[in-house]
């Protein structure tokens, strides 16, 4: 629900996302999973 009020987070890079729905004291620690998530997801969208 969080996500989805946010207008225009599909265009947001991901940290700048997170942050506006949770707002961390760490607003960049997901940036070193980004690229690992997208892999995943990826891999797995349409298995």
Known sequence: K???Q???WQDMPLTDAAQTVQVSAYPDAYAQWEQQATD???QH???
Request: no cysteine; hydrophobic share 50%.
């Open 2 to 4: 969080g996500l989805r």
């Open 40 to 42: 995943l997801v990826a």
């Open 45 to 47: 969208w349409n298995s």
């Open 6 to 8: 946010v207008d225009g």
